[in-house]
């Protein structure tokens, strides 16, 4: 005897309404906690968790491999979240060019690209995508600015200094006079910082091409 079609129709369709919801409720780029469980440190400002996924801190930029500092930034970094599950808040995109997650990382009450700054462990970076975290990095650039004032970490490097510093309007990046990246700016596209220091407590990161 062959059953009505209805007793598997409707609690197929139920089920799917319900999958349809926690997806939605979930996102695709999240999953349990156990999913944000720090498994290894792969330098100052990214981390690998235990589903396999790369995340990127947002809002800093720490000292590459070779620069002063690395191996501190690295190191606090370790300190803060290696084993231990954290929590994290997107930007308007979840996602680099590179497939790693971004985000600003909590583990408990701890603001973790927050306290990298403060210690003087690296520089804000600001791009488009989290341009809008407007109260987020009002909190970063003053983490910054305090040490730059007690001249932590990387604020304690002496540098040569330029006369002037440039930048683009509508950029978050400075450059020096020279720099081969500002050749097709015209004067009233740029402006003018007459320190380093100028420039970072306004917001703006170093050029990577002409290291200012």
Request: charged share 30%; aromatic share 10%; no cysteine.
């Given at each position: 005897m062959r059953l009505p079609k209805k007793r598997f129709i409707i609690p197929f369709f139920v089920?799917?309404?319900?999958?349809?919801?926690y997806i939605s409720e979930v996102g695709f780029d999240q999953s349990p906690a156990d999913?944000?469980?720090?498994?290894?440190?792969?330098?100052?400002?990214?981390?690998?968790?235990?589903?396999?996924?790369?995340?990127?801190?947002?809002?800093?930029?720490?000292?590459?491999?070779?620069?002063?500092?690395?191996d501190s930034a690295k190191a606090f970094l370790n300190a803060l979240v290696i084993g231990k599950n954290i929590e994290v808040a997107y930007s308007k995109k979840r996602r680099d060019g590179y497939g790693r997650l971004l985000g600003y990382i909590y583990v408990d009450s701890v603001w973790v690209n927050k306290e990298i700054l403060r210690n003087g462990l690296a520089h804000l970076y600001l791009f488009e995508d989290n341009l809008s975290d407007k109260e987020r990095i009002g909190e970063l650039l003053s983490a910054q600015n305090r040490a730059m004032e007690s001249g932590q970490g990387v604020w304690s490097i002496k540098r040569h200094e330029e006369d002037y510093y440039l930048a683009g309007k509508g950029s978050y990046r400075f450059h020096r006079p020279n720099c081969r990246s500002l050749a097709k700016r015209t004067p009233e596209e740029l402006i003018k910082f007459f320190s380093r220091a100028e420039a970072f407590r306004q917001g703006y990161s170093p050029c990577r091409n002409c290291r200012p």
């Open positions: 089920l799917f309404l319900v999958l349809i919801r999913r944000f469980r720090v498994v290894n440190v792969i330098d100052g400002d990214t981390i690998e968790l235990s589903g396999g996924d790369r995340l990127r801190l947002l809002g800093l930029d720490t000292p590459e491999k070779g620069q002063p500092f690395y």
